[in-house]
């Protein structure tokens, strides 16, 4: 059934972790994402889980990832700094392929910055903080509600990939309450990872691919589980075949980057026809929204893109939205990370104007609107 | 095949192994591969994790369930393995830089929540892998590639830490022991909780030709002379002491593993 309720960010995320089956979590609290450390405490008694409070956060993802390969959904949840201590073994999962998700509630930086204040600047940092070519997800709510449904998207793209997934909150959506409709696990589309059916003799464990993703057992199932950080063969033991390394790294990527269409697709809002374009995500596209509203109601055409799948980004649908524009406002409280990737998907520097907040507060709407009066004029 | 086959659990068909003539981690797989063997403990109910370094490689020749994680996380990763999986008999097989350098966190709080990991530590004195540098175990004043002239700092005794830590067993030995070995790995892997044992490795590559250990068979004698019962070696006078390294059981006692304190805990 479908129950309302007045929730944080972080609340909602939790529950969602749950009702999307999640029965492991550990963590080390860190602000603003400590309170899903204490709701798993209480939680994953109630549900016959296991929460655990690890020695930092290097440990924390490790626990995870450790569960996940023992058949369980599992996550943990950080900010800023403990992100950066969990990249290498995000990369570990990555390339081992097991599913995780992680949920960072970003924060001001760089290094402790302001512990309890907002920012979103962690655009780049959840892509490319763990060396190596790879692919991984990462998908941004703007909402209460959002955080909630993306968190259940979470889990089920994390086991249908067999990947890490980032849900990139922050600070204010956290601690902010709004109104939820909970769907509970029977009204929720959850998926499971695949299991293996080949004879337990023999079994390579990345030897079976179903859409480029390695139909594995689980650590104490019979078919015998080979699972290392290193290059490997279909076998699961360590090779430096170059051939097998190219080849490995090759699908690691393509095994997101091919399969887009699966992933929330980007919402647009506002006039389909209007030469002003305002690309966002996060909270800032709620600001971003209120701003368009307001002027398409008197005066003048705009639209708003909101991004939902930071990564991969989805370059095809921003370029399609963006190609008839006259002006491209990216507003986000950041330096401009994400009007890079904008320059990056061929928009010529000159179309784009960033608006950017990098005080710690949120973006406001009047702020978004001046913006726009200005491109206007 | 018998089940009370050491094989059944070593790819024997990936053998001969990257390890150097006269390195110990091949005697210690063996070693825990008998203990499997007479623990009847089926190979799909074993995962054998390890870490980095020469002993990281010790996955690629078995033919149990096999984890090998970050260098000095493979406890961490296997705390979330156990606590999910319980019914799995986990053998953390460690060196001694993943273990008491970048792993020592996590060896220590695995040890205080007595997660139920039975972890062997193959201490060769040195990181092996990367060309003979000291570890926290090298001796004080040994030779090694970032130490020429003698490590300034001084090691430290890691069965004690475990012990202090909260393990419940802990015991060490030698290469040269390998019955002893065999009958500790068996007695750890027989203990519910943390349960460690420290086996000393020659590394003929580089510590023993560092420190003038002279050839495999001189060095498996050091071993031999050197480490002593440690009930022989209590009752040494200090200054004796210290041209000795105990070998025995330090630890053995049965408090309450982190799963059952879990389990009582938070749901009682």
New interface residues.
């Given amino acids: 059934m479908t129950i309302k309720k007045l929730l944080t960010g972080n609340d909602a995320c939790t529950y969602a972790a749950i009702n999307a089956g999640a ?2 979590f ?1 963590g080390y609290p860190i602000t603003p994402a400590t309170e899903i450390v204490e709701l798993c405490s209480e939680l994953m ?1 109630d549900y016959n889980g ?1 929460f ?1 409070q ?3 956060e ?3 993802i ?11 959904k ?1 996550f943990t949840a950080t900010s800023g700094p403990g992100l950066a201590l969990m990249s ?2 995000i990369g ?1 999962a990555a390339m081992a392929e097991v599913p995780c998700v992680i949920i960072n509630v970003q924060r001001y930086g760089p290094s402790t910055g302001i512990a309890t204040k907002f920012s979103q600047s962690d655009v780049m940092t959840v892509r490319w903080g763990s060396p190596g070519d790879h692919s991984l997800i990462v998908l941004a709510p703007s909402s209460v509600q959002d955080s909630y449904d993306l968190t259940v998207e979470a889990f089920n793209l994390s086991e249908r990939f067999r990947t890490p997934v980032i849900l990139l909150s922050d600070a204010a959506l956290a601690h902010v309450r709004e109104k939820v409709e909970i769907r509970e696990p029977g009204e929720l589309d959850l998926y499971q990872r695949k299991k293996p059916s080949n004879p337990v003799d023999g079994y390579l464990p990345y030897g079976t691919l179903h859409n480029d993703v390695p139909v594995m057992s ?13 290059v490997h063969q279909a076998s ?3 090779s430096d075949n170059p051939r097998i390394a190219e080849e490995l790294v090759q699908r690691l990527a393509r095994k997101i980057d091919d399969y887009q269409e699966e992933l929330p697709a980007p919402l647009f809002y506002g006039n389909q026809s209007a030469e002003l374009i305002i690309v966002s995500f996060g909270i800032s596209a709620r600001a971003s929204l209120e701003a368009v509203n307001i002027v398409n109601k008197g005066g003048f055409k705009a639209g708003m893109l909101e991004l939902r799948t930071i990564w991969p980004f989805p370059r095809k649908k921003v370029k399609e939205v963006c190609s008839g524009a006259k002006k491209i406002l990216v507003v986000e409280a950041n330096h401009g990370q994400v009007r890079e990737l904008l320059i990056s998907c061929g928009i010529p520097p000159e179309k784009l104007r960033g608006v950017n907040k990098q005080n710690a507060e949120v973006i406001t709407p009047s702020e978004v609107l001046s913006a726009l009066k200005e491109e206007n004029s | 095949m018998p089940l009370a086959d050491y094989k059944q659990y070593v ?1 024997m068909d ?1 053998l001969p192994s990257i390890w150097c003539p006269g390195c110990g981690n091949g005697t210690a797989l063996k070693a825990l591969a008998l203990a499997l063997a007479e623990l009847e403990i089926p ?3 074993t ?1 054998l994790a390890n870490g980095i370094g020469c002993s990281g ?1 010790v ?2 020749y078995v ?8 260098h000095g ?1 493979t406890l ?10 319980p ?2 008999k986990a053998v953390c097989f460690l060196g001694d830089g993943d273990c008491a350098a970048i792993g020592m ?2 060896f220590v ?1 695995s040890a205080r929540r007595n997660v139920d990991i039975a972890t062997i530590v193959v201490n060769n004195f040195n990181y092996g892998m990367t060309g003979g540098q000291f570890s926290p175990l090298s001796p004080h004043n040994a030779i090694t590639s970032t130490s020429s002239s003698g490590k300034p700092e001084p090691d430290i005794d890691i069965c004690k830490l475990a012990d202090v830590a909260g393990a419940n067993y802990v015991s060490r030995t030698t290469i040269y022991h390998v019955t002893e070995m065999k009958n500790y790995i068996k007695e750890a892997l027989g203990k519910k909780g943390f349960s460690f044992v420290e086996i000393i490795s020659p590394c003929p590559t580089y510590y023993a030709r560092y420190n003038k250990l002279g050839n495999i068979i001189q060095q498996l004698e050091w071993l031999k002379d050197k480490f002593i019962p440690i009930e022989k070696y209590n009752q040494m006078e200090d200054a004796e002491k210290e041209n000795f390294f105990w070998r025995g059981r330090l630890t053995d006692r049965n408090l309450p593993d982190l799963l059952s304190a ?1 389990t009582l805990g ?2 009682g």
Wanted: with cysteine; hydrophobic share 40%; charged share 25%.
């Fill in positions: 029965r492991f550990a008694t296991i655990i690890m020695e930092d290097i440990a924390s490790a626990a995870v990832i450790g569960a996940s390969l023992g058949g369980t599992a290498e073994n570990f689980n650590f104490g199932d019979e078919h015998i589980l080979r699972v290392t950080g290193l699961g033991y360590s | 790819a990936r190979p799909d109910k995962l490689r996955g690629d033919r149990c369930h096999r984890f090998h994680g970050t996380r961490a990763f296997v705390t979330g393995i156990k606590l999910v999986r019914e799995i966190s996590h709080h879990y938070s749901r």
